[in-house]
């Protein structure tokens, strides 16, 4: 439980140091939201009366005060240039954004953890090389290329065997579900070879760590081939760290799949951040980015939590040189 | 340096070792060359052959501004050399700062070390290069820095394990008691312990970077226009897929090709400089202590931050060993593992 | 396969182990004990191939992904199919792909051409209107005259005009809409500085006065300045629209789409062909390509001349054409006294040095050369082409004089938004690179562009696509960006303006461009023709000028 207070604690620290970066990062940026409303034909007079009108004149101890003020509330801020308030904004950009990073891990799952386990397993040390190698090349290829070949194969119009939407989402969003899906596919399909890549090392590494281990030693001394004693008791202890490697992947991959929803021109989460920088909309900015990195920073809670509840080895643990001693 | 003969050698004895020699060299040579020649000037444009298919005189075609995309390759190669290098020493002294005051005597400085590194560690690398790209636009500062400070992170939580226990060995006090400061002892007894961790952490993340390149520049955060990279390469190529769709191969091509010889020569690195694995070598030098595991990073979705999980149980796994595995069997709390961090 | 169940059930049990919060030792251990006991009653001795199954599982997965999928499109194509059955003779609805998108629908305050093109004359309409040759047509108002001192204009409205919600659209609304802009400022209200007062004399005329003659005063009101919202209406202008046009917004997603239904109360002739339009913005080429060859999209305005090359070769399915427009590839010196490009023999290097004719052809040919600051859709033009040919002796001569070579060159720095691209930026740095210039391409975001640039003034060199129409004046302003002050091309659009005829205007406008030419304050890259690419079956398409004008009333498509 005194674990569980002191990261709570170390967020909210954390947390509160990041909104100051995040606050004065955005202030350095050249231009703002009032010249770009009024365009290249503007007068100054006309940018500077919109400036006033924003709000922007402003002391930045002010604004930064009124920003956290309303986000202990709950209030996110509006974004000045669409007028709609960040959550919304943000909402519906999550709803591409996480089917598309839950659709990519789950085919990354369904690759890497059986072809990890695959690669523990096999007997022959070719085939064993054979898996490494697989997941080494899987690792290396650039998201971007692996979006467009993918696109290159399947796309719709593009691909030799065009049978999928290559890029975009649908205008109705999810109202047609079937549609919506489909075209997730492919950029799920880019996300999922990658990941499922890592995945795949990772379970590798960790079961193959256990391999060795004197649990499954004993595993087969009670009798079970060694395939069932890695599969049983390697797996289960692998569990905890597999649980936080999947967590940690699937927060990162809110902004590690920026790249391919660039690509596949799908307005995640990603995205629409680049636009509104673009755009200079700083309170929907600051706001997008604190969300971001409570949400990195919540993951990263969560599985640690996680962690030490799944594995009782760690409970009574308090450093390391303890252990060493 | 009989030490390194050895561990070259060991490398260049086994096959992927070699294929990683080789492509690695290979890079290192048409860098090179490109700084004085390239088939065709990278400056000139033509905007009579734009979008050309690979003929004669431009072996991949050319690109929207009638440039030649083999030499921009070319030249790319020594850009993407320069952030690898970089990036590897941003991160290797960035990551030892961190492990240095990570083990440092003082409690104070070492828990808000252990505090800043946990807090820090789960923000992504393209969340970093956003922020960077505020104030200094399109890049290469901004590749360096972003991916020299995760990998940094990164690298120091996986190497506290066994710098803790260098630290904290008997070697270390008596070097202590005797005065030795404590620069003294990070050079000469720290560093040393973790340099397995330390070398196969940055050629994976030399790896890492390539890929990191080629996503930010696509991005528009990384290299800038009319610097050649892969990534710009790359990027450029992407908008003729309609028209031209074979240029997209090579760029892409190269990266994966090289980011494998990157993983490849870290796998086979750990092999060669680990005393444990390697006898050649024990003969040589006296190691302590097993290196943890390397993990292969992937630039966009950064597994390997978080495969340090393991690695920090994998080490510790061989302290503990099976006392832990009679622990949880008979629900025993005796045996605790440390696990710092996550 | 007893073993594949083995190896899910295992996984199930860690999975419960997951979620059995606090995790007791206990319990693990158990089932961990109780495993190991069943497994040494029933030991097995050689087990399948465990990595040939775990690869043909994968297989079987993706496989079934794939099977999935193909049910899908099926399907998918099923349901367009029938959709297309039940229309009549014109299909319900149009998708019109555009590329940049507004960020919202307040055409009061937020600058750019996005909600120009999509808002007026569809939804809003002005109390006049711009016909496709960019001339002044008739609109809310049927008729109009302009006293002999060109100070007073009386417009004579229609009747019978309504709102889309219903409201009446009298004088009221036109004089309320246009004070009101003067009043608070609006974008483009600088342009209506010289109006005193606007009237509504009666219920369906207007009285406009004026403190001096200005010739552009119709063509300004065609625009945002002219528009006629109702006065009586309350709504949130970011996210609604609420106007007299014959199309309403029933639907807006900020930076992706407009779904445009029909105006049922519209009161006029324009009446809408097609039920539904919707404005889908494609910011991506090659995903607007696709959605165009997957038939998402029926029209793709604008599409570049190399991605449109597919289209171009399959007639039978695609229409291809270039439309004029008044796009002005501008690229613009620093004029102001500091800069290194205040000598003139440097500027005018640079101008015989641009290969002009090879950048248009770079860009697919379709482009217009340009040689001066007015494009041939507005008053004034003159082909001025032939002031500053491509002649890179005379460029490096003149380079010679100011003391520069290549041995020696000048160090200057183009600075531009990205979203031109960065091939412009390139082939300059090489066009300049044999008379002894060094360009250093910045490519910045517009907003950054915005900041330094226009406002600050702070480049060497910039480029920009001056899209609007009518936009002469900046030449006659020092404190634009550019910093181009010249007294003489001053005077001269002050008579143009002032003019009380079109012939007079046009002629004073054409002698202030050719000085402006002649001086080398920027160079015209080319007049910008946008590339449209219809689907077959689609009728009433604006090509010309459809990037700030694009009436879609008339728009069909039949399959």
């Given at each position: 439980m005194r674990f569980v207070i002191h990261r709570l604690a170390l967020f909210v620290v954390a947390l509160f140091g990041l909104s100051i970066v995040i606050f004065a990062a955005l202030r350095i940026l050249p231009g703002d939201v009032a010249s770009v409303m009024a365009g290249v034909n503007a007068s100054p007079a006309r940018v500077a009366q919109l400036r006033e009108q924003l709000g922007l004149n402003r002391s930045l101890v002010e604004q930064y005060g009124d920003w956290m003020g309303a986000l202990v509330r709950g209030d996110f801020g509006t974004s000045i240039l669409t007028g709609r308030s960040v959550t919304a904004l943000v909402a519906s950009r999550a709803a591409i954004t996480f089917p598309l990073i839950i659709v990519g891990l789950l085919i990354a799952l369904a690759i890497g953890l059986p072809l990890g386990c695959a690669a523990v397993l096999a007997r022959s040390a070719r085939v064993r090389a054979l898996f490494h190698m697989m997941s080494i090349i899987g690792g290396a290829i650039p998201a971007l290329w692996g979006g467009l070949l993918l696109i290159l194969l399947f796309g719709r119009g593009v691909g030799l065997i065009g049978i999928l939407p290559s890029q975009g989402f649908p205008l109705d969003g999810w109202a047609m579900p079937g549609r919506a899906l489909l075209s997730l596919v492919l950029p799920a399909l880019s996300v999922g070879i990658i990941v499922g890549a890592s995945i795949m090392r990772y379970t590798r590494a960790a079961l193959g760590g256990f391999a060795d281990s004197g649990y499954v030693d004993m595993a087969r001394s009670c009798g079970m081939t060694r395939t069932q004693a890695v599969l049983r008791v390697g797996l289960r202890l692998a569990t905890p760290q597999l649980v936080s490697v999947i967590g940690l992947t699937f927060a990162s991959m809110i902004t590690g799949v920026m790249v391919i929803e660039n690509l596949f021109a799908l307005p995640g989460i990603g995205n629409g951040l680049v636009t509104d920088v673009g755009n200079r909309d700083l309170i929907a900015v600051q706001s997008e980015l604190f969300l971001l990195a409570a949400f990195f920073l919540g993951i990263g809670l969560i599985v640690d939590v996680l962690h030490r509840v799944l594995d009782p080895r760690m409970k009574t643990a308090t450093s390391l040189s303890e252990v060493s001693q | 340096m009989s030490g390194l003969s050895i561990v070259l050698r060991s490398i260049w004895r086994r096959a992927e070792g070699r294929f990683a020699l080789i492509v690695l060299a290979l890079w290192v040579v048409v860098a090179l060359v490109s700084l004085v020649w390239t088939p065709q000037s990278l400056w000139v444009t033509d905007g009579y052959h734009v979008w050309a298919r690979p003929s004669a005189d431009h072996w991949l075609g050319t690109d929207g501004t009638g440039a030649d995309v083999f030499s921009w390759l070319m030249a790319g190669s020594l850009t993407n050399l320069l952030i690898v290098l970089l990036t590897v020493a941003l991160c290797a002294v960035w990551g030892l700062a961190l492990v240095a005051a990570m083990v440092a005597r003082s409690a104070a400085l070492s828990s808000v070390a252990v505090v800043l590194v946990d807090a820090l560690i789960s923000i992504p690398t393209v969340l970093v290069a956003l922020i960077l790209a505020v104030p200094l636009g399109a890049s290469i500062v901004v590749v360096v820095i972003a991916c020299g400070f995760g990998y940094g992170l990164n690298l120091a939580r996986i190497a506290r394990p066994a710098a803790l226990l260098a630290a904290r060995s008997s070697y270390v006090e008596s070097a202590l008691s005797n005065g030795a400061g404590g620069w003294r002892v990070l050079v000469s007894h720290i560093i040393p312990n973790i340099l397995p961790v330390l070398a196969v952490q940055l050629s994976l993340s030399a790896g890492t970077a390539v890929?990191?390149?080629?996503?930010?520049?696509?991005?528009?955060?990384?290299?800038?226009?009319?610097?050649?990279?892969?990534?710009?390469?790359?990027?450029?190529?992407?908008?003729?897929?309609?028209?031209?769709?074979?240029?997209?191969?090579?760029?892409?091509?190269i990266v994966t090709v090289v980011v494998v010889a990157l993983n490849v020569f870290g796998d086979v690195l750990r092999d060669a400089i680990d005393p444990v694995a390697n006898p050649a070598l024990r003969r040589v030098e006296e190691g302590d202590g097993k290196a943890g595991r390397g993990c292969m990073p992937n630039g966009i979705f950064e597994t390997d931050k978080v495969v340090e999980a393991s690695q920090s149980c994998e080490t510790t796994e061989n302290h503990a060993g099976n006392a832990a595995a009679v622990a949880i069997r008979g629900g025993e709390h005796n045996g605790g593992e440390a696990y710092d961090g996550r | 396969m007893s073993q594949d169940n083995g190896a899910q059930d295992n996984g199930a049990h860690a999975g419960s182990g997951a979620t059995g919060a606090n995790g007791t030792e206990s319990t693990t251990a158990a089932t961990t004990d109780a495993s190991l006991a069943a497994r040494a009653k029933n030991p097995k001795k050689n087990g399948p191939k465990w990595w040939l199954i775990s690869l043909i599982a994968v297989i079987a997965a993706i496989a079934v992904v794939v099977g999935v999928t193909f049910a899908f499109s099926a399907n998918d194509e099923g349901q367009t199919d029938t959709s297309g059955a039940s229309g009549a003779k014109y299909a319900d609805s149009v998708t019109v792909g555009l590329k940049l998108a507004p960020t919202n629908l307040d055409i009061r305050t937020t600058a750019g051409s996005a909600l120009d093109q999509v808002l007026i004359g569809n939804v809003?309409?002005?109390?006049?209107?711009?016909?496709?040759?960019?001339?002044?047509?008739?609109?809310?108002?049927?008729?109009?005259?302009?006293?002999?001192?060109?100070?007073?204009?009386?417009?004579?409205?229609?009747?019978?005009?309504?709102?889309?919600?219903?409201?009446?659209?009298?004088?009221?609304?036109?004089?309320?809409?246009?004070?009101?802009?003067?009043?608070?400022?609006?974008?483009?209200?600088?342009?209506?500085?010289?109006?005193?007062?606007?009237?509504?004399?009666?219920?369906?005329?207007?009285?406009?006065t004026l403190k001096t003659p200005n010739s552009n005063l119709l063509w300004t009101l065609t625009g945002r300045a002219g528009l006629v919202f109702d006065k009586d209406a309350k709504y949130d202008l970011k996210t609604q629209a609420i106007g007299s046009g014959p199309y309403t917004v029933s639907k807006f997603v900020e930076n992706s789409s407009i779904t445009l239904k029909a105006n049922e109360k519209y009161w006029g002739n324009n009446k809408a062909k097609t039920p539904t339009v919707v404005i889908n913005y494609l910011a991506d080429d090659n995903a607007a390509v696709n959605a165009l060859k997957s038939g998402d999209v029926q029209v793709l305005a604008p599409i570049t001349e190399t991605l449109a090359e597919p289209f171009a070769s399959d007639p039978d399915k695609y229409t291809v054409k270039a439309?004029?427009?008044?796009?002005?590839?501008?690229?613009?010196?620093?004029?102001?006294?500091?800069?290194?490009?205040?000598?003139?023999?440097?500027?005018?290097?640079?101008?015989?040095?641009?290969?002009?004719?090879?950048?248009?052809?770079?860009?697919?040919?379709?482009?217009?050369?340009?040689?001066?600051?007015?494009?041939?859709?507005?008053?004034?033009?003159?082909?001025?082409?032939?002031?500053?040919?491509?002649?890179?002796?005379?460029?490096?001569?003149?380079?010679?004089?100011?003391?520069?070579?290549?041995?020696?060159?000048?160090?200057l720095s183009l600075t531009y938004a990205n979203i031109y691209g960065t091939e412009l930026g390139d082939q300059l740095r090489s066009q300049l690179k044999p008379i002894g210039i060094d360009l250093k391409v910045n490519v910045v975001e517009f907003s950054t562009w915005l900041q330094d640039v226009y406002t600050n003034h702070d480049f060497d060199i910039s480029l920009v696509d001056h899209n609007e129409s009518h936009d002469f004046y900046s030449w006659a302003d020092p404190t634009y960006y550019f910093g181009y002050d010249n007294k003489d091309v001053q005077k001269l659009y002050n008579e143009g303006v002032a003019a009380t005829s079109d012939k007079e205007r046009d002629a004073k406008f054409a002698e202030a461009a050719k000085l402006i030419s002649e001086d080398a304050p920027a160079d015209w890259l080319f007049n910008y023709r946008v590339t449209t690419a219809t689907a077959k079956g689609v009728e009433g398409f604006p090509f010309d000028l459809n990037q700030t004008v694009m009436p879609l009333y008339d728009v069909t498509y039949t399959k």
């Open positions: - | 890929l990191a390149e080629s996503g930010l520049t696509y991005l528009g955060i990384g290299v800038p226009s009319g610097v050649p990279s892969w990534g710009h390469s790359l990027a450029t190529s992407v908008k003729l897929i309609n028209v031209f769709p074979l240029t997209v191969l090579w760029p892409g091509l | 809003y309409e002005g109390i006049v209107a711009r016909d496709s040759k960019n001339q002044v047509a008739p609109a809310i108002a049927s008729s109009w005259e302009e006293s002999k001192d060109g100070l007073t204009y009386t417009f004579h409205l229609n009747k019978n005009m309504t709102f889309s919600n219903g409201d009446k659209l009298d004088a009221e609304d036109v004089a309320w809409s246009i004070n009101e802009l003067i009043a608070k400022q609006y974008h483009d209200a600088e342009a209506l500085a010289a109006v005193i007062k606007v009237e509504a004399k009666d219920a369906d005329t207007v009285v406009m439309g004029n427009g008044t796009d002005k590839y501008v690229l613009a010196f620093n004029n102001a006294s500091g800069s290194k490009l205040a000598d003139k023999r440097i500027r005018q290097a640079i101008r015989y040095a641009i290969n002009h004719k090879e950048i248009i052809a770079s860009r697919g040919g379709a482009d217009k050369a340009l040689g001066g600051p007015i494009p041939s859709l507005d008053p004034g033009y003159e082909d001025l082409t032939g002031l500053y040919p491509y002649d890179q002796a005379k460029a490096k001569s003149l380079m010679a004089e100011a003391g520069y070579s290549t041995d020696k060159p000048l160090e």
